[in-house]
């Protein structure tokens, strides 16, 4: 622990012209009796920095204490030995630069800050990396264009890199394509580029193992220490590596599954994928007869957008049919083209393509939707389309038809994944006698085994594959870190990770290559990734105490911790993304950080002045996620946005790391009120990690039996989803849960 740190408080920004700092010096040195207090204008010039350099070199002090602007910022100025306790106290944002000038509870809020800085610093321990013996090989498994390129990416930055692919040859779906998407400009042409060129780098690079009809067979470990084995022609191999891509592409939707768009009524209703094929292995034909196609209507969307079959967008059938409808063109210049669609999307350059596509006299494109596929008297198929443009029902006859469905990921069992996390959802809501607790978990262990869609093959307790977000992709951080998983050191790219062509397919796989070196450089370092990058910190477990509750294995969303026979926790520390979820699952408290654990949020509680019932001072505590809240909380602070100065911040790694003993110690120590402000969650934004939001809610329901063996209103505690560009709402919330307390009245335990 840090027993004598130092205290650096800056008086530039404002912060002198709002502060009395010589008495804010003063909380310092007479009440925390600290080595070191010094003032200094500008803290974060060279000057300013060199001073704590100095104290730190003499021995003065173990830790530094920044009571300047914001932690999110002048980080590079401020950055000292990790073995150097810090903690900065956010006086310019949070105080100075959003409360009025020299005035009384200013000072106050000020002088609450710093000490529950300096506790902070005080309970802390320096954090050391941690020393393993780092791979720094990467695996990607897939050897299609994403696999292709990833694994080029890695090579050529000097990594090695082992290649698997289940089927016996490399190129995957783009090597059986008659043409590809136009890739250069006026992009109105079709390319006949495959991938033989990338296939011949991959298969002769010194620095790439590829691996043909091959499977993995166990994944085992932790990021940095993945031990892969893996079943080849020549027999069982293992090998290390340090980090994973998973690019192992997209299959077809089922179209059995769509009869009523006719596929099963007759073989010349096909897929798009199967006219792809027909039209690469040569001239095109109908399937019942083997005569030339004189006329096809393409069906957009069969089966995507659809909320029974595929509700998104796949992303590259518009531009499919269009490529199709020029292969038509090409055999027969004379074959009338159909393309009934929702919506045409060709993002990007491929407009172009669109464009010439419509400019076409035999390329008929309506919008509508198909409402019936039937066999004509004349031996044609009979498609019937309603909601067009011409707001007409018509019917139209054609020798063939072409679904365009969708693309579905290569990925574990979507319908699985979503069942273990309605058995997890019930478990957490049960209590231990209850049994539906005994029948959610045994969903569990049953479900998170789905058979038959098994890649990865992990050895992790919380199931053998990558659990899937939306949709089935298993794609975990689609709105902050693409790529990610919710397992740490893997990575998806392609269309495995979301629809999308081949193009953008090479893009993603030179991003995914990048957060898996990133990873290993990371652990090579003892470091955290995304999105505490670069923490050294680590969680600990005092197993003593641990009564096998499996409530942190359960409940930590990226699988950090495997368990023993009897349910006890086992850390793989080079899997945790550093959240504290497991901190706040724990009703034993047994789990800690060395910067960050239950007793310091707590002594920084209890670090807070709590004014007596006459003075008509409420004190109203705020839980803010370091991620969305904390830092709208400082864009607020930049547009000097004034709000009730009753508040007192409290930052958390992530709402799920909330421990609920710290509302009891705040509500029985005098605190009027909490306010805990999270991530949104949901399918249109996301929690930093994942759950953690959902979890915060979650608990607050015990918190419930707190309020009542407590005697306190319910309204004293408020739950609150905010995201990080909702900054000029925040001041509103803070108000007016600081004005419903102010009806309320007193905490009645103040004085206890």
């Given amino acids: 622990m840090a027993k004598s740190p130092g205290v650096y408080i800056c008086s530039g920004c404002s912060i002198g012209e709002s502060i009395d700092v010589p008495k804010l010096a003063k909380v310092a040195e007479s009440e925390f009796k600290v080595p070191r207090c010094q003032v200094h204008p500008v803290l974060c010039n060279p000057e300013g920095v060199e001073l704590i350099r100095k104290d730190l070199a003499d021995g003065a002090i173990d830790g530094v204490v920044i009571a300047a602007c914001s932690p999110r910022v002048k980080t ?123 296939i011949e780098s991959v298969s002769y690079h010194p620095k790439i193992e590829v691996l043909t009809s091959a499977k993995i067979l166990k994944t085992s470990g932790q990021p940095g220490m993945f031990d ?52 690469a292995g040569g001239p095109i034909a109908r399937p019942s007869d083997g005569k030339a196609v004189e006329s096809v209507l393409f069906v957009q969307c069969a089966g995507s957008r659809d909320k029974d079959h595929l509700p998104y967008c796949s992303s590259v059938c518009c531009m499919a049919s269009l490529k199709h409808a020029a292969y038509v063109h090409e055999q027969n210049p004379d074959a009338a083209v159909y393309i009934v669609y929702k919506d045409i999307r060709t993002p990007g350059q491929y407009e172009r393509f669109y464009r010439a596509a419509q400019d076409h006299p035999l390329n008929f494109l309506t919008k509508g939707e198909v409402v019936g596929v039937e066999k004509a008297d004349s031996g044609a198929l009979a498609v019937t389309v309603k909601d067009t443009l011409l707001d007409e029902r018509i ?64 050895t992790y307790r919380q199931g053998p594959d990558l659990p899937a977000f939306r949709y089935g992709f298993p794609d975990s951080h689609f709105v902050c870190f693409p790529y990610e998983t919710r397992r740490t050191g893997i990575y998806a790219a392609g269309a495995v990770r979301s629809p999308m062509d081949a193009a953008r397919a090479q893009e993603d796989a030179a991003g995914a290559m990048l957060k898996a070196i990133q990873s290993v450089e990371l652990e090579a370092a003892g470091a955290a990734v995304h999105p505490r990058a670069g923490d050294l910190s680590f969680p600990s477990f005092f197993l003593q105490r641990c009564t096998q509750c499996k409530r942190c294995t359960e409940e930590c969303p990226f699988g950090t911790l495997d368990e023993d026979v009897k349910g006890t926790p086992q850390l793989n520390a080079f899997r945790c993304r550093r959240c504290g979820v497991c901190m706040g699952a724990c009703p034993e408290r047994i789990i800690s950080f060395k910067n960050y654990s239950v007793e310091i949020i707590a002594s920084m509680i209890k670090a807070i002045e709590v004014p007596e019932e006459e003075d008509e001072k409420p004190r109203v505590l705020v839980f803010m996620c370091e991620n969305d809240a904390y830092p709208a909380l400082d864009v607020a602070g930049l547009n000097r946005v004034q709000y009730d100065p009753s508040v007192r911040v409290i930052p958390l790694r992530c709402l799920g790391s909330l421990n609920i003993v710290w509302i009891a110690d705040a509500l029985s120590g005098g605190i009027d009120g909490v306010m805990l402000v999270g991530c949104k969650y949901g399918d249109d934004y996301q929690c930093h990690y994942m759950q953690g939001s959902e979890l915060a809610n979650r608990r607050l329901e015990n918190v419930k039996e707190t309020l009542q063996r407590l005697q306190l209103e319910s309204e004293r505690i408020q739950l609150t989803q905010l995201a990080i560009n909702e900054y000029d709402r925040l001041p509103g919330l803070i108000n007016g849960f600081v004005e419903r307390i102010r009806e309320l009245g007193p905490n009645p335990y103040k004085g206890f």
Wanted: proline share 5%; charged share 25%; with cysteine.
């Fill in 76 to 198: 590079d100025a401020f950055a000292f030995d990790p073995t150097v306790v810090l903690d900065r106290v956010n006086l310019r944002e949070h105080v100075a630069w959003c409360q009025k000038p020299n005035d009384e509870d200013t000072q106050m809020m000020a002088e609450d800050y710093l000490r529950m800085g300096i506790v902070k610093a005080q309970k802390s321990e320096p954090l050391e990396p941690m020393h393993d013996e780092i791979s720094r090989k990467i695996l990607v498994v897939g050897g299609g264009v994403t696999g292709l390129t990833a694994a080029l990416e890695g090579a050529n930055a000097g990594y090695e890199v082992v290649l698997v692919e289940k089927d016996s040859r490399l190129g995957g779906f783009v090597s059986t394509l008659k043409k590809r998407f136009p890739t250069a400009p006026p992009y109105t042409e079709l390319t006949v580029d495959g991938v033989a060129a990338q």
């Fill in 228 to 279: 892969v084995t893996i079943a080849t022609g020549a027999g069982e191999m293992k090998t290390r590596v340090g980090s994973i891509v998973l690019a192992t592409g997209w299959k077809p939707y089922d179209a059995t599954k769509l009869g009523h768009l006719g596929y099963g009524l007759s073989p010349d209703v096909v897929t798009n994928v199967e006219f792809e094929r027909m039209a």
């Fill in 395 to 458: 019917r139209i006859e054609v020798g063939l038809v072409v679904l365009a469905t969708g693309m579905v990921p290569n990925a574990a069992d979507g319908v699985a994944i979503r069942a273990v996390k309605d058995a997890r959802a019930t478990l957490a809501r049960a209590d231990a006698t209850e049994p539906q607790k005994v029948d959610a978990r045994n969903k569990i262990e049953t479900l998170a085994h789905h058979e038959g869609t098994e890649i990865l093959q992990l």
